[in-house]
């Protein structure tokens, strides 16, 4: 999916690398719920599974590229898929500091709700996002989710537990 400036695109053979040290930089474990290291083989395999259409995965991770630049940014997933009830949850990641804060992350979430949105016809997309997280708080409310609760003191940290807001998004295609 071309997005302005970015594509959005299905995982390859070759991302093992890119995803082995996305996924195995603790800074960011506390966002994924992450709390030990992913393997070459783990990750190996959940690539050769990347073949699944999200309705036998119930997610779907996509690659963030940029276009001028031919290089991956960041990545950016639909998981607790329910076509049932036609919702999905959406998390971002734009894990090189270099494109962080120039729109990147925000063309990506506006493509990924339109396929949401028009493509598999869902009728709502939520997130969690930590309190201390403003930037992802911040991108998220241009997109237009709205936050419709709070879990108190949800994530432990080596310093407190920190609350987590809960957005979500309404399909009004």
Not at 24 to 53: A, C, G
Not at 65 to 85: L, N, S, V
Not at 101 to 116: F, I, N, P, Q, T
């Amino acid at each position: 999916m071309r997005c302005r400036e970015i594509i959005l695109r299905a995982l390859e053979p070759e991302d093992l690398e890119i995803l082995y040290e996305w996924e195995n930089d603790e800074s960011v474990w506390i966002i994924s719920n992450t709390i030990s290291p992913f393997s070459r083989f783990t990750l190996r395999q959940y690539l050769e599974q990347s073949n699944k259409n999200i309705y036998e995965t119930g997610q779907l991770r996509l690659m963030i590229d940029h276009i001028a630049d031919k290089k991956t940014i960041g990545t950016i997933d639909i998981f607790e898929f329910d076509p049932f009830h036609q919702r999905a949850g959406v998390g971002i990641l734009i894990a090189d500091v270099n494109y962080r804060r120039k729109g990147y992350a925000l063309m990506s979430l506006e493509c990924l709700v339109e396929y949401c949105f028009k493509t598999l016809q869902l009728h709502q997309l939520f997130c969690n996002i930590l309190s201390n997280n403003k930037e992802s708080i911040d991108l998220f409310k241009k997109v237009g989710f709205t936050e419709c609760g709070v879990k108190k003191e949800w994530v432990k940290t080596s310093q407190a537990y920190i609350d987590e807001h809960i957005f979500q998004l309404i399909n009004k295609y």
